[in-house]
């Protein structure tokens, strides 16, 4: 079969990571299918979350991190290459962090700072459309329309962590990383974020960094799973929790690990 | 050797619905052999105590049904696991199908006239003992993972239906050369040959049930070998 280019968000070959000279990944290739949510699952320290970070460049800030390897966006853009800008690279490639981290400003510019930062909204009526939208899109706009101009960290746990992803997806990106985004929320919350992930995935490509096997066989269509650094094994969501190819899966996936 | 569960009571309570299993195929077994001895002792002492058996089955497969289903309601099995619940829940109902056979083909095997063609008997009881091997070797593969054994008496099964159409004929060639009175002795043969022949097809069931639990496929079904 030939492969279409433009089939993968990201491409990855041959990554690894040192912090140091502690490997963190260990020579991992694999490839995101567009508007697919994939879940990276393994135990602590098996490099899921380095490798997130990974994709949109979130480990430049660690003086001791150093990437190598393949990164390509749609297939052409090298990542770590001198074409894109960092800023340019993070509009594209946004990223909700396991806790909620709203600036603390009202809920309203909390979701305008980012395109008016980069340049997306021409007039104020403009920006309003962008926040209404990307507010709508995360679910959270008819909780929050007659209080725009609250101060967000007064939102719950729940609605801030949408609040998080309405601003991810206000400056329009293609590709959404989650590091563990449901960690910190209740089951109710949760289930809400894993409908809005399930309806973002229309629009937008998701690779979500989860410890609960069950978030990763309810919300994802494909699954990695990574094991002391190294990718063991990727497939389809349902193939992986029925019939993993690996014995080192179903051993962790079914809590035989360790 | 399989790794252990990090969860202890899951791991028990895994260990338990294979014990379950075990026991259940343990009175299948024990069911089917009596009832094939029957063919020829016609003993009704033996013939009632597989109907007491089948009760003993009944509550055995109510057993398995309710582990599993305690399993997946708060342990939520994936991958091995949850094959291996689905795989007991599939073959503690051919178990239970086995044994509801046995018990009906003992019951007739009884009310047979003992004037009755003594080499259709020793055929019938030849089939029996085929479809006693099958039925042990088949569990056997259960309970050790062997995907070979399995696989060797899923093909079994296809002797065991050459053997239960051989004996047919035979029957039914008899009845066209007799009279209409042997016509009615000769229903009891056929259903507990077509008892026997049925006993096999769950074996083999079983033996498709044991692939899947092991390799996660099921197994081609195409009987190349047979008809």
């Not at chain 1, 990855?12 to 912090?19: A, P």
């Not at chain 2, 178990?95 to 006239?113: C, F, P, Q, T, V």
């Not at chain 2, 056997?140 to 079994?156: G, P």
């Not at chain 2, 047919?168 to 002795?185: A, C, G």
Request: proline share 2%; net charge negative; charged share 30%.
């Amino acid at each position: 079969m030939v492969e279409q280019v433009n089939s993968f968000a990201i491409k990855t070959k041959n990554v690894s990571v040192h912090y140091g000279n502690k490997m963190a990944i260990d020579d991992v290739t694999i490839n995101f299918t567009k508007n697919d949510v994939t879940s990276l699952i393994g135990p602590s320290g098996c490099g899921k979350s380095t490798f997130l970070r990974c994709l949109n460049r979130m480990n430049d800030v660690i003086d001791s991190c150093k990437v190598q390897g393949e990164f390509l966006l749609n297939g052409v853009t090298d990542i770590y290459g001198d074409s894109i800008q960092v800023e340019t690279l993070r509009e594209k490639i946004g990223m909700v962090f396991q806790k909620p981290n709203p600036f603390p400003k009202s809920i309203f510019e909390n979701v305008a700072y980012g395109p008016k930062i980069h340049g997306l909204a021409s007039t104020q009526s403009e920006l309003n459309d962008i926040v209404m939208e990307s507010l709508n899109r995360a679910g959270l706009y008819d909780e929050v329309k007659d209080r725009m101009d609250d101060i967000a960290t007064g939102l719950s746990g729940g609605q801030q962590q949408r609040l998080c992803i309405a601003r991810a997806i206000a400056i329009r990106p293609e590709i959404i990383l989650m590091d563990e985004p449901c960690s910190a929320l209740d089951p109710i919350a949760t289930a809400r974020i894993e409908e809005l992930i399930n309806e973002l995935r229309e629009n937008y490509t998701i690779i979500i960094v989860t410890h609960s096997m069950s978030q990763a066989s309810r919300i994802s269509q494909r699954t990695a799973f990574f094991h002391l650094g190294k990718l063991i094994e990727h497939g389809d969501t349902s193939k992986i929790f029925t019939k993993p190819d690996k014995e080192q899966t179903n051993d962790y996936i079914t809590g035989r690990f360790g | 050797m399989e790794n252990t569960h990090t969860d202890k009571n899951f791991e028990q309570k895994l260990k338990q619905l294979q014990d379950d299993l075990i026991k259940m195929s343990e009175i299948v077994e024990k069911q089917i052999e009596i009832a094939v001895n029957v063919i020829k002792t016609k003993d009704s002492q033996d013939a009632q105590l597989t109907q007491n058996l089948d009760e003993q089955v009944d509550v055995a497969e109510r057993d398995v049904r309710d582990l599993s289903f305690e399993i997946m309601t708060l342990h939520r099995p994936v991958a091995s696991d949850l094959r291996l619940v689905f795989t007991a829940l599939k073959v503690s109902k051919e178990l239970e199908r086995m044994g509801d056979h046995s018990r009906n083909l003992a019951k007739r095997a009884i009310s047979i006239s003992s004037s009755f063609d003594d080499e259709l008997i020793e055929q019938m009881y030849s089939l029996g003992k085929n479809v006693q091997s099958m039925v042990n070797q088949v569990l056997d593969s259960f309970f050790k993972k062997d995907e070979l054994k399995a696989k060797t008496s899923w093909n079994q099964d296809a002797e065991i239906d050459k053997e239960y159409k051989s004996l047919l004929k035979n029957l039914i060639e008899r009845m066209h050369n007799k009279e209409t009175s042997v016509v009615d002795e000769g229903t009891k043969p056929i259903l507990i040959a077509k008892s026997l022949e049925r006993i096999g097809d769950h074996a083999t069931n079983i033996a498709e049930e044991v692939i899947f639990n092991i390799t996660g496929h099921y197994i081609d079904l195409k009987k190349s070998d047979f008809e």
